[in-house]
């Protein structure tokens, strides 16, 4: 049981993100505005775990946001698997000073993971007119809300691994 302490402590942690991001789109849909966490969801568990725990943390956090979306079932989830394993590939490259590090992969992560999604969206289907104006407000919305909670997002996921007793020892966030 020890081995899913810390994935049983992420996932809350992740779920409650997107509780809250599913309550401010419903606030901002009198707007015609949506936001998009995926890439905060991903970055923490690529940076922070291992590769083991981040696959367990990755598989239920795509599963749920996939049951809230039009898409089809999965496609959440195999994006967010992708976007781990490459984040995870290039941790070894990726400086571990501070929390702009984690904030900047986030944003890079979110900007792949959206562009992915309308992507495949725009395919499936005959775009509107408007449509690239509408991703691209979506798109900034989106990164200025994770520039706002990242830093708040990451510590509180380690001071729930802190409380738990569950924070990864410190070769494991090591590459």
């Not at 702009?100 to 309308?118: E, Q, Y």
Request: hydrophobic content about 60%; proline content about 8%; glycine content about 6%.
């Amino acid at each position: 049981m020890r081995r899913y302490r810390t994935p049983i402590i992420v996932i809350p942690c992740g779920i409650l993100l997107c509780t809250i991001a599913a309550q401010l789109n419903h606030y901002l849909s009198a707007l015609h505005i949506s936001v998009f966490i995926g890439g905060l969801l991903v970055a923490f568990p690529a940076l922070r775990l291992r590769h083991r725990h981040g696959w367990r943390v990755i598989v239920p956090l795509g599963l749920w946001c996939d049951a809230a979306t039009p898409l089809p079932f999965g496609l959440l989830t195999m994006l967010f698997l992708i976007t781990h394993a490459v984040i995870f590939q290039l941790r070894p490259r990726i400086p571990k000073t501070g929390p702009l590090v984690g904030i900047a992969v986030a944003l890079v992560a979110n900007i792949a993971l959206f562009a992915a999604v309308a992507l495949f969206c725009a395919l499936r289907r005959a775009a509107p007119s408007g449509l690239a104006l509408r991703l691209l407000v979506d798109l900034l919305a989106s990164e200025l809300l994770i520039a706002l909670v990242a830093p708040w997002f990451f510590a509180f996921q380690e001071h729930a691994l802190a409380l738990f007793n569950a924070a990864p020892p410190r070769h494991e966030t090591q590459p």
